[in-house]
Structure formats: structure tokens, C-alpha cells
């Protein structure tokens, strides 16, 4: 079921149903994502086969089928970062993460991204950890850095599960 919040913004004031475009980017403002659920409501009152909603969706770039990592990853590949390898470094992200650029890892721990100078070309080859810069990278760090960002995120997730498995006990009598 999708949320009424949601269902609302796919209609406008006069009660017609908006344009798919800006219904899908209603869907993914909210949700993230695009799923499943918000492609079969969008194509019922739409009167949109789903077959089509998934051609525009995979046309744009902008329009994500999965949700984000808990940590996105921005490699550079600007002309700096390129000339400083930055391709090896994608080679290695890729494997080490097990996914394709845009993709999230099975985990949910990152999304991967590849994106053009972000401006710290001394630095190069660069990547952003979510709001982080790490320059000067060589295949070993890179490596190293993504696996502590993922013991990292998994034992807070961990953490964060006890905690509430906790609160949600019922009381010893
Ligand atoms: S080209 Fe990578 S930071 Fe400028």
C-alpha cells in the first residue's frame, strides 16, 4: 500500500493526475527510490502500463529502481583524477562492492557513483564518502577505507537493533 502522504501529491488541485514525469519524481522525493508499489499506483491512475513507466524510469538517470546505501560513494573521474588513475580505483570499487556505478551493494551499506571534478584536483585521484574527501588514493587505500566505513555501519546497525530489541522486551516479572 502506498502512503496516503504520497498518494496525495500524485494529484493536482483540480483532481486530474499529474504528468508521469513529475509523479515519478514525486515517488522518489518520498520514498528515495522508485518501487514497486508506487509504479503500480502511478500506472492505475495514470491509466500508464507499468512496461512503460519502467522505460522512462530506466531512460533518466535521475530515477533510482533501488534505494541508497546508508553511505554513498562519489568517485572523481574528472580530467585530474583520471589522469591519476581513477579508473583502476573504479575498477576496484566495483569489485570490492560488488556492484556497477549507480548500484547499492546487497547489504545496503553504499551506493556508488561516479561524478566529474569535485573540485579537489591537488588531491587527485579523489573520492567522497558521503560528505568526506579522500585524496592521494591508491587501490590498497581505497579498499581499506570502504571495508572500515562497512564494520562501521554494520555494528552501528547491530547496535542500534539490540537497543531497540531491548526497549521492545516485555518486562521481567
Ligand atoms: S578532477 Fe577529480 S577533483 Fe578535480
Known sequence: MVSTDFSYRLWRHDGTPGELIPLLQSAQEHFGYIPRRAIRYISE???TPE?????????????RLQPMGKN????????????????MLLDTLQDE?????????EDGVFTLFSVACIGCCSLAPVMMVNDDTQGKLTPA??????RKIRRQTLASERQAQ???????APAAD
Open 51 to 63: 512496461s512503460k513507466i519502467y522505460g522512462v524510469i530506466t531512460f533518466y538517470s535521475q530515477f
Open 141 to 146: 587505500a581505497t579498499r581499506k577505507i570502504v
Open 162 to 168: 539490540a537497543t531497540s530489541d531491548a526497549e521492545t
Open 72 to 87: 554513498v560513494i562519489r568517485l572523481c573521474t574528472g580530467t585530474a583524477c583520471h589522469v591519476a588513475n581513477s579508473g
Open 45 to 47: 491512475v495514470t491509466k
Open 97 to 105: 562492492l560488488g556492484v556497477e556505478v549507480g548500484g547499492t551493494t
